[in-house]
């Protein structure tokens, strides 16, 4: 299924009538922003990283509020290249663009290592552990221990319902905010005295720091929805409000918005809500006004008329098995996009994206056209990923090829087995506009400098066996040149114009290249042998069947043995001829 997801951003004020904006949770720290690195981690919160933002603001520079990957690391005494990988994760789930000198506000880095103690939701327990024994042993050939979560886990289930849903993950990051606000906005505000008390106020601007957590969706600042902000005088600075104010006013809205989201769950899960906009409401597939893209399979859901104001910026396509699925920029909702649970199929997407996350998909090829901000691949098996993206991070994958034009270096975090990197292999007409419109160098190219972190992600719920954080986590190989090869993407709409991409815009390595043009050689010396062969006509028609009937018998027999092998491992066998089909 290919769906688009829909966010209800208002509610009935509790006073009857009027509408009342909701408060949302910006996901994107708690997707792409969290880092499995434990001196970044701080159980302590306000006690550990108040005297770290008193330390950074006291030093003797000219902008003692900014801070750079040294600064970051004297300050917490972590190794380099970790401090400027926090720093560039951080730019990477920030809403506003990085600074060019790779500085970031001292603020937003307390926050941004405050909610590093945040654990993601996992998959609830299926009910039928049986039927997924059958197919995922509980001891992992590769590691002899229990796998957190396997692609044919998520494919046997075929549900959501065993999967966090957006309203889930939501609801969850909403809660650990409401609990932790207080700590959040201690480290925000300053002391001031008052009546020889010490009491903690915040500024506006210290307040708009929250916009790295929290946002209204239709669009609104933070300083604007908050009464106690809304009206002030653009030219004067707003008077300091105090600490437990902006408390009690966050809190109530976080209150209101996970009430409001219960009770559409309920009215869900009781039958209430059909053609409503709501969380998880599926909705037809956008591209299937280009029918020829699609499968055989058929591309379920039902549309739901909604106010186009109230879409949220992320696009999904999931469950999909044994079919292609091509999205073009007018079919992608926002500048987000969550590819799931996809079985031995292709995924197109080609258009310009800020963030793209590919989770539990075994046996496909996912193309990401150009993802300004970051991408994440997680729990995926036998999967070929070919994206252009400043960055990208892979966790807990096996057998995966990556084809990878990153302007970053590529972070291998968890459990990964047997994966391996190349440079980037394809394009497609619009790629190089895409690219520059989200931001991505094509002539910075980091795909062969990974960088590897533990074994064990604290952010993680799932346990582990005890022990396993002192196993050496497994990095990837390069690819070997003579295996790889350019991915072709059909033109299949005709897009034509002056600045038509015509090839890789990522300049390949001399070894790859040469290795590229040796085939290429190879094949016109093939081509030039059967034009020079003395044949008539018929006989060149004969030569040209045979080659095409032994082309077919070679695709079937690689169709066919997949096949097999796809039937093996889901604990059935069908013999059927490939004429069949």
Not at 214 to 223: M, T
Not at 286 to 313: D, E, I, M
Not at 460 to 482: F, K, R
Request: with cysteine.
């Amino acid at each position: 299924m290919v769906e688009d997801q829909v966010e209800p951003s208002i509610a009935p004020d509790a006073g009857g009538g009027a509408t009342r904006f909701l408060l949302r949770s910006r996901r994107e720290p708690f997707e792409h922003g969290l880092l499995p690195i434990p001196k970044l981690i701080f159980s302590d919160g306000t006690v550990t990283l108040a005297p770290l933002v008193d330390k950074i603001l006291r030093r003797s520079v000219p902008h003692p509020h900014r801070v750079d990957s040294p600064d970051l690391a004297d300050a917490l005494q972590i190794l380099l290249d970790h401090a400027r990988l926090a720093l560039d994760t951080l730019a990477s789930v920030h809403p506003s663009d990085p600074a060019p000198d790779g500085t970031v506000d001292v603020y937003d880095l307390v926050v941004f290592l405050y909610i590093q103690s945040y654990k993601r939701l996992v998959p609830r327990s299926h009910k039928d552990s049986a039927a997924i024994a059958d197919v995922w042993p509980s001891t992992s050939a590769f590691d002899g221990y229990l796998s957190a979560l396997s692609p044919l886990q998520l494919a046997r289930s075929n549900s959501r319902r065993f999967m966090p849903s957006q309203a889930d993950e939501e609801a969850h990051q909403l809660s650990y905010l409401q609990k932790h606000m207080g700590n959040i906005l201690a480290l925000l505000a300053e002391p001031i005295e008052e009546e020889g008390d010490e009491s903690l106020v915040l500024t506006m601007e210290r307040f708009e720091h929250l916009g790295f957590l929290l946002h209204f969706s239709e669009g609104i600042r933070l300083s604007q929805a908050a009464p106690f902000f809304a009206n002030s005088d653009p030219d004067m600075p707003a008077a300091p409000v105090s600490a437990t104010q902006v408390h009690e006013w966050v809190v109530q809205n976080i209150i209101a918005s996970l009430e409001h989201n219960a009770e559409k769950a309920l009215a869900k899960e009781n039958g209430f809500l059909k053609n409503t906009a709501d969380i998880d409401v599926p909705m037809a597939d956008a591209s299937l006004s280009h029918p020829k893209t699609q499968s055989r399979s058929s591309l379920s859901g039902a549309s739901s008329p909604v106010n186009p104001a109230f879409r949220t910026n992320l696009t999904f396509v999931e469950g999909m098995i044994k079919a292609s699925v091509v999205k073009q920029s007018c079919d992608i909702k926002g500048d987000s996009i969550k590819v799931l649970n996809c079985h031995d199929s292709v995924i197109y997407i080609l258009a310009p994206l800020r963030y793209a996350t590919v989770y539990g998909c075994s046996d496909a090829t996912v193309i990401l056209g150009a993802v300004g901000k970051a991408v994440r691949v997680e729990h995926c098996e036998r999967v070929q990923i070919i994206t252009a993206a400043k960055r990208i991070c892979i966790a807990n994958c096996r057998e995966c090829v990556f084809y990878l034009g990153v302007n970053q270096q590529p972070l291998f975090v968890g459990d990964n087995h047997k994966l391996q990197v190349a440079p980037f292999n394809t394009y497609y007409a619009q790629l190089g506009e895409h690219l520059s419109k989200v931001g991505v160098d094509s002539s910075i190219n980091r795909w062969d400098e990974p960088l590897v972190l533990g074994m064990v992600d604290p952010h993680d719920s799932l346990s582990h066996p005890a022990g396993v954080s002192e196993i050496q986590a497994e990095s990837a190989t390069c690819i070997d040149p003579d295996q790889f090869t350019n991915f072709l993407i059909p033109n299949w709409f005709g897009a034509e114009s002056l600045q038509t991409t015509r090839y890789n815009p990522f300049p390949l390595p001399e070894i790859y290249g040469a290795s590229q043009q040796k085939k290429h050689t190879n094949l016109l010396v093939v081509q030039q042998s059967i034009r020079d062969v003395l044949l008539d006509e018929n006989r060149k028609r004969e030569l040209a069947s045979a080659l095409h009937g032994h082309f077919k018998d070679w695709l079937y027999g690689i169709i066919f043995l997949s096949l097999i092998s796809i039937q093996i491992k889901n604990g059935y066998y069908c013999c059927m001829h490939p004429t069949m089909w």
